[in-house]
């Protein structure tokens, strides 16, 4: 927590200084404040190369106040937004950046992204073929970043920046996950098979085109996937965890000590809880949670991962202390404010189940499914009007489910 303090006194102390030297450069030529704005723009670039995305928001937000007019600051500074969690801004800087250049595919790309993670795949499958049909002039000066990734420890690992030619793979890659979730099939693994003809040095395509095979049982094609990411980057952790479902007893006793190092019996139990929840085995995973915590008792995943357990057990109140330990050991994991507020509302206690909800919108305001749960405990607390605009929202968000107590509730109200 102590570090936490001095990193934002520091960067107070920063922006305080750099807030000071704004004000003279609002007074500066254009051409001067173009420059200036140029040397903020490149400051936030070094910042998200470091995996500092908060950071470098701040640099571009310094840079648009001086010059506005930049479809790459506005892009900039939308990837900053989406690579530290805040994708409601970032699609409004990518929207921004289209209004100043409606060319900008690096935009309409990131965009199509964020409208995917929002399940509106409507929509970003129509991005995505546009650039698709657009792909041999797709150029972009931009720096696009590919975000960052955390090891075994929870430790960030910035996964670099983006050549053309990835972003041209990924477009493939990103329609056919779109496509996934849309149920069409052969137009999903067509895109898969394209993304690595365009790029096979890319083990992700693999594991995900894997993925995608195992959920259609072929298993032996799933299987090829997985050790062909392995030829690429032999300790891919989401390759080698995936292929240790589908190999003997032997391969899989090799694999997990890749995985987990032989001799940390935490992770250990960890993984064989994770491996028993997947299959229903809900009290043999909850004494391996219970194991796993007794040796670390501050590990956020294990904590959240068994109030999971304990609520698929019916044990709400027990899940619900387990749900809040875990976001008070790590306030990243705010996703547990969601599972409070469904473990409330099998309780049947909606306004509890109601605040924690909200809690986790503030800084989550685009997750549909959310609002619906949330529009539910309202309907069921009686109060239609907030039931009304808590649905209304998780509809436009694109949770169909909505639709129905929406009409109810909205109804009734007319």
């Given at each position: 927590?102590q570090?936490?303090?001095?990193?934002?006194?520091?960067?107070?102390?920063a922006f305080?200084?750099?807030g000071?030297?704004?004000?003279?450069?609002?007074?500066?030529?254009?051409?001067?404040?173009?420059r200036?704005?140029?040397?903020?723009?490149q400051?936030?670039?070094?910042a998200?190369?470091?995996?500092?995305?908060?950071?470098?928001?701040?640099y571009?937000?310094s840079?648009?106040?001086?010059?506005?007019g930049s479809?790459?600051y506005?892009?900039?500074?939308?990837?900053a937004?989406?690579?530290?969690?805040?994708d409601?801004?970032a699609l409004t800087?990518?929207?921004?950046?289209?209004?100043?250049?409606?060319?900008?595919?690096?935009?309409?790309?990131?965009?199509?992204l964020?409208?995917?993670?929002?399940k509106?795949?409507?929509?970003?499958?129509?991005?995505?073929?546009?650039?698709?049909?657009?792909?041999?002039?797709?150029?972009t000066?931009?720096i696009?970043?590919?975000?960052?990734?955390?090891?075994?420890?929870g430790?960030?690992?910035?996964s670099?920046?983006?050549?053309?030619?990835?972003?041209?793979?990924?477009?493939?890659?990103?329609?056919a996950?779109?496509?996934?979730?849309?149920?069409?099939?052969?137009p999903?693994?067509l895109?898969f098979?394209?993304a690595i003809?365009?790029?096979n040095?890319?083990?992700?395509?693999?594991?995900h085109?894997?993925?995608f095979?195992?959920?259609k049982e072929?298993?032996e094609?799933?299987?090829?996937?997985?050790r062909?990411?392995?030829?690429?980057?032999?300790?891919?952790?989401?390759?080698l965890y995936?292929?240790s479902?589908?190999?003997?007893?032997?391969?899989?006793?090799?694999?997990?000590?890749?995985?987990?190092g032989?001799?940390?019996?935490?992770?250990?139990?960890?993984?064989?809880?994770?491996?028993?929840?997947q299959?229903?085995?809900?009290?043999?995973?909850?004494?391996?949670?219970?194991?796993?915590l007794?040796i670390?008792?501050?590990n956020?995943?294990d904590?959240?991962?068994?109030?999971?357990?304990?609520?698929?057990?019916?044990?709400h109140?027990?899940?619900?202390?387990?749900?809040?330990?875990?976001?008070?050991?790590?306030n990243?994991?705010?996703?547990?404010?969601?599972?409070?507020?469904?473990?409330?509302?099998?309780?049947?206690?909606?306004?509890?189940?109601?605040?924690?909800?909200?809690?986790?919108?503030?800084?989550?305001?685009?997750?549909?499914?959310?609002?619906?749960n949330?529009?539910l405990?309202?309907?069921?607390?009686?109060k239609?009007?907030?039931?009304?605009?808590?649905?209304?929202?998780a509809?436009?968000?694109?949770?169909?489910?909505?639709?129905?107590?929406?009409?109810?509730?909205?109804?009734k109200?007319?």
């Amino acid at each position: 927590m102590q570090r936490t303090h001095l990193w934002l006194w520091m960067l107070m102390i920063a922006f305080t200084t750099d807030g000071l030297a704004q004000r003279m450069d609002i007074n500066a030529s254009p051409a001067e404040r173009k420059r200036i704005s140029e040397d903020y723009y490149q400051k936030g670039n070094q910042a998200g190369s470091r995996g500092q995305f908060s950071l470098a928001v701040l640099y571009y937000d310094s840079a648009l106040r001086l010059y506005g007019g930049s479809t790459e600051y506005f892009f900039a500074r939308g990837q900053a937004k989406e690579l530290a969690g805040n994708d409601i801004g970032a699609l409004t800087d990518f929207e921004a950046a289209l209004r100043v250049d409606p060319q900008n595919y690096t935009a309409i790309f990131k965009r199509a992204l964020i409208y995917h993670k929002q399940k509106n795949y409507k929509q970003a499958a129509q991005d995505f073929t546009f650039l698709i049909n657009n792909v041999e002039t797709f150029e972009t000066q931009a720096i696009v970043f590919k975000g960052a990734s955390y090891d075994e420890k929870g430790e960030m690992i910035f996964s670099g920046i983006a050549t053309l030619e990835d972003m041209k793979a990924d477009v493939y890659l990103a329609r056919a996950l779109t496509y996934e979730q849309m149920g069409f099939n052969t137009p999903t693994m067509l895109d898969f098979d394209k993304a690595i003809e365009l790029n096979n040095h890319e083990p992700n395509y693999y594991v995900h085109r894997g993925l995608f095979k195992l959920n259609k049982e072929d298993k032996e094609g799933a299987e090829a996937d997985f050790r062909s990411a392995l030829e690429i980057d032999q300790y891919h952790r989401l390759a080698l965890y995936n292929l240790s479902f589908l190999v003997d007893d032997e391969e899989k006793d090799e694999i997990n000590k890749i995985l987990y190092g032989v001799g940390d019996f935490a992770m250990a139990y960890s993984r064989r809880a994770f491996e028993k929840y997947q299959k229903g085995k809900y009290e043999e995973a909850l004494l391996d949670y219970d194991s796993a915590l007794m040796i670390k008792r501050d590990n956020a995943n294990d904590l959240m991962n068994r109030g999971m357990v304990k609520a698929k057990l019916d044990r709400h109140k027990e899940a619900i202390k387990d749900f809040e330990t875990s976001v008070y050991t790590d306030n990243t994991l705010v996703r547990n404010f969601v599972l409070i507020g469904n473990s409330y509302q099998e309780l049947k206690n909606y306004p509890q189940a109601v605040t924690y909800y909200q809690r986790y919108l503030r800084s989550e305001t685009g997750d549909g499914v959310v609002y619906y749960n949330m529009g539910l405990a309202f309907m069921k607390a009686k109060k239609d009007e907030e039931a009304c605009q808590a649905l209304r929202t998780a509809y436009d968000l694109g949770e169909e489910r909505a639709e129905p107590p929406l009409e109810q509730v909205c109804f009734k109200l007319k």
